[in-house]
């Protein structure tokens, strides 16, 4: 009998309820906290509603129409079709269309789009914990107006013990996130329902006639509130995102039958409590409540964000190490925290990074009504490019009919630029500040490639062949016993490492293996063929490495299994020799002169390749050179 598959795409029946369960609790935090502000800010925000039945009804059918186009239609039954080898997210989806399609004239624009998408990623990745744990907390007031001066000081004590615990890694805690977030989930569910009875006509929100209304009554406000609107999806593109992890089946199922209806039970429900108490609307979330259950709810909200942050802190954990593996990023330090989950990884500096300007925020704005104008605009920035995308996708990638691919491209693109534009009045109340950490990091994974490809091609220009080499240099010099690798970014020419050897050292190794790791543009890769090697001649071999862009690179293991090298490799036996540049910008041709410094500054900070590659300290060698770029 044959076992049943292992990944979550071909989970089996028994796994497909725990992956569900396991979605519910990671996948769907960030968008299962947005109750919490969502309603509140469309209507106190910085664009008041009157709190009256047509606006009500109005934003309450946004809301409900916004959740139906974008995440379900939108990302659960077509973005999430999209899978790369089983893994989503803006980086998977650059992977795979550039290995569709592979280069054309629109490369670079589709290469651009992908890098902005993760750009704009971390600018979310800092909002997120900020909004969610100052609106959980700020429940707190609700409860006690006197504890208002509280809210600040536990925000942060919070959000510093979040990051303190990341290195630690979240497998112990992430089994109980399925579990408390099943139980936010059926709170939220409860606490609507208890409110929507009193009111069951709320119901006929789920008429798109009255989003209509809405706007043709007060167009320019209407416009504004989609700005607030589209807080309610925020998080949705952590469906695709983390679909390596728990699989499209289960993500829908646990979308369509359990945080879709609980969500809008809940929204509902703040509906129906505005229509009967308009006051309410100070905070509605918690006044659903009962006074005596609110500090509960409270603490059960301040859990739920808790998890929503930790989600997308992994996020950025995640995404930071596909832009490594693509090279988009320098070699940065990488501790895997789990000895099961391969995908549970800990980056320290983003890490820190993030805990900085999440403080900064949280006392730079001070409030979750303040924070929300910050918010959404790298949301639905993200939204627009995974629309533009789709439109590759679906035109060249899926060859669907040009009219059903023209229209289902143009849909998204004007709901998701309405959105967009409409977030775009609030930079100068704060979207200002995940636009400037986007450009931040666009500015330095643009850089990054940019200075790799520069300094590649400087590289091969004064390259060697290496079968002149070979012919120069192999008989005459001294062989000495054992194996020697050296590392290689290019499959051509000689490394800079080798003519260094040879220059002061005037000696060659029996056996010389160039070798180049070369990443993929695929999560994984099988075991067999993995590596493919030539013979040269006179001892001297070129071997080329592969491997997935979510996975890390072993040498010394990868370089046991290789037997057409000359046979098999003696790890005692065998040195490494690493090429060490040092850039100096100059005035040739390439990039400005301040960008070839941040590209050289980039260099001298990335990881050793000795860890990186997880090479015995004991057995590399580096020689170091000058490069001008």
């Known amino acids: 009998m044959t076992s049943p598959p292992a990944g979550p795409q071909g989970a089996p029946q028994g796994r497909l309820g725990a992956l569900a369960l396991?979605?519910?609790?990671?996948?769907?935090?960030?968008?299962?906290?947005?109750?919490?502000?969502?309603?509140?800010?469309?209507?106190?925000?910085?664009?008041?509603?009157?709190?009256?039945?047509?606006?009500?009804?109005g934003v309450l059918s946004l809301i409900f129409w916004t959740m139906t186009l974008i995440v379900t239609v939108k990302y659960v039954f077509i973005v999430m079709r999209a899978d790369n080898d089983g893994e989503g997210g803006s980086m998977a989806l650059l992977a795979l269309i550039g290995r569709r399609l592979g280069t054309t004239r629109w490369t670079p624009l589709i290469a651009s789009l992908g890098v902005i998408a993760t750009a704009l990623f971390y600018g979310d990745a800092i909002i997120t914990p900020a909004i969610s744990v100052l609106s959980a907390v700020e429940g707190l007031t609700v409860v006690q107006s006197s504890l208002t001066p509280m809210v600040l000081p536990i925000s942060i004590a919070i959000l510093i013990g979040l990051f303190l615990i990341q290195r630690h890694g979240t497998a112990r805690v992430g089994a109980l996130f399925g579990p408390v977030m099943a139980l936010y989930f059926i709170v939220l569910a409860a606490l609507g329902l208890i409110n929507l009875l009193r009111h069951p006509e709320i119901v006929g929100i789920v008429n798109p006639v009255w989003a209509w209304r809405f706007f043709a009554v007060d167009p320019k406000l209407a416009f504004l509130a989609l700005g607030s609107v589209v807080l309610a999806v925020t998080g949705a593109e952590a469906l695709y995102a983390d679909m390596g992890h728990f699989g499209r089946k289960a993500i829908s199922i646990a979308w369509l039958y359990a945080a879709l209806p609980c969500l809008m039970l809940n929204y509902l429900g703040q509906g129906a409590l505005l229509l009967e108490n308009p006051a309410a609307v100070e905070n509605p979330f918690f006044y659903l409540a009962p006074e005596w259950a609110r500090l509960p709810l409270v603490i059960l909200a301040t859990l739920a964000t808790?998890?929503?942050?930790?989600?997308?802190?992994?996020?950025?954990?995640?995404?930071?190490?596909?832009?490594?593996?693509?090279?988009?990023?320098?070699?940065?330090?990488?501790?895997?925290?789990?000895?099961?989950?391969?995908?549970?990884?800990?980056?320290?500096?983003?890490?820190?990074?993030?805990?900085?300007?999440?403080?900064?925020?949280?006392?730079?704005?001070?409030?979750?009504?303040?924070?929300?104008?910050?918010?959404?605009?790298?949301?639905?920035?993200?939204?627009?490019?995974?629309?533009?995308?789709?439109?590759?996708?679906?035109?060249?990638?899926?060859?669907?009919?040009?009219?059903?691919?023209?229209?289902?491209?143009?849909?998204?693109?004007?709901?998701?630029?309405?959105?967009?534009?409409?977030?775009?009045?609030?930079?100068?109340?704060?979207?200002?500040?995940?636009?400037?950490?986007?450009?931040?990091?666009?500015?330095?994974?643009?850089?990054?490639?940019?200075?790799?490809?520069?300094?590649?091609?400087?590289?091969?220009?004064?390259?060697?062949?290496?079968?002149?080499?070979?012919?120069?240099?192999?008989?005459?010099?001294?062989?000495?016993?054992?194996?020697?690798?050296?590392?290689?970014?290019?499959?051509?020419?000689?490394?800079?490492?080798?003519?260094?050897?040879?220059?002061?050292?005037?000696?060659?190794?029996?056996?010389?293996?160039?070798?180049?790791?070369?990443?993929?543009?695929?999560?994984?890769?099988?075991?067999?063929?993995?590596?493919?090697?030539?013979?040269?001649?006179?001892?001297?071999?070129?071997?080329?490495?592969?491997?997935?862009?979510?996975?890390?690179?072993?040498?010394?293991?990868?370089?046991?299994?290789?037997?057409?090298?000359?046979?098999?490799?003696?790890?005692?036996?065998?040195?490494?020799?690493?090429?060490?540049?040092?850039?100096?910008?100059?005035?040739?041709?390439?990039?400005?002169?301040?960008?070839?410094?941040?590209?050289?500054?980039?260099?001298?900070?990335?990881?050793?390749?000795?860890?990186?590659?997880?090479?015995?300290?004991?057995?590399?060698?580096?020689?170091?050179?000058?490069?001008?770029?």
Request: charged share 15%.
């Open 22 to 57: 396991g979605a519910l609790g990671v996948v769907f935090g960030d968008i299962g906290t947005s109750p919490l502000y969502a309603l509140k800010e469309s209507f106190i925000g910085h664009h008041p509603l009157a709190v009256d039945p047509l606006h009500i009804y």
């Open 306 to 629: 808790i998890i929503a942050s930790q989600a997308v802190i992994s996020g950025a954990f995640s995404v930071t190490r596909q832009a490594v593996q693509l090279g988009f990023l320098p070699r940065l330090r990488i501790l895997h925290t789990s000895a099961h989950a391969e995908g549970q990884v800990y980056v320290p500096l983003v890490n820190w990074t993030l805990l900085v300007l999440v403080i900064l925020l949280v006392l730079g704005f001070r409030s979750s009504s303040d924070l929300a104008a910050a918010y959404g605009i790298a949301v639905t920035g993200t939204m627009v490019i995974t629309a533009c995308m789709l439109g590759v996708l679906t035109f060249s990638v899926w060859r669907w009919p040009p009219l059903v691919a023209g229209s289902v491209t143009g849909l998204f693109l004007v709901i998701d630029g309405a959105y967009f534009a409409s977030n775009a009045t609030k930079i100068p109340d704060g979207g200002w500040f995940p636009l400037l950490v986007a450009a931040c990091a666009f500015l330095l994974l643009t850089t990054w490639a940019k200075g790799r490809r520069i300094m590649r091609a400087y590289l091969r220009e004064g390259a060697m062949e290496l079968d002149l080499f070979i012919r120069s240099a192999g008989a005459s010099l001294k062989r000495v016993p054992g194996t020697a690798i050296f590392l290689s970014s290019t499959t051509d020419g000689v490394p800079p490492a080798l003519l260094h050897n040879v220059k002061h050292n005037r000696v060659l190794h029996e056996r010389i293996i160039i070798l180049t790791v070369r990443t993929e543009a695929v999560p994984h890769l099988p075991l067999e063929g993995r590596t493919s090697a030539t013979d040269h001649g006179q001892g001297f071999y070129r071997l080329v490495l592969r491997h997935g862009f979510m996975e890390d690179v072993d040498i010394p293991a990868a370089m046991k299994a290789v037997q057409d090298c000359g046979g098999p490799i003696n790890v005692k036996d065998t040195s490494y020799f690493l090429s060490r540049q040092t850039l100096i910008p100059s005035e040739r041709p390439g990039m400005a002169i301040w960008r070839e410094k941040l590209f050289a500054w980039m260099i001298r900070n990335a990881e050793s390749p000795m860890s990186f590659f997880k090479l015995p300290t004991n057995r590399v060698v580096e020689l170091g050179s000058q490069l001008e770029i």
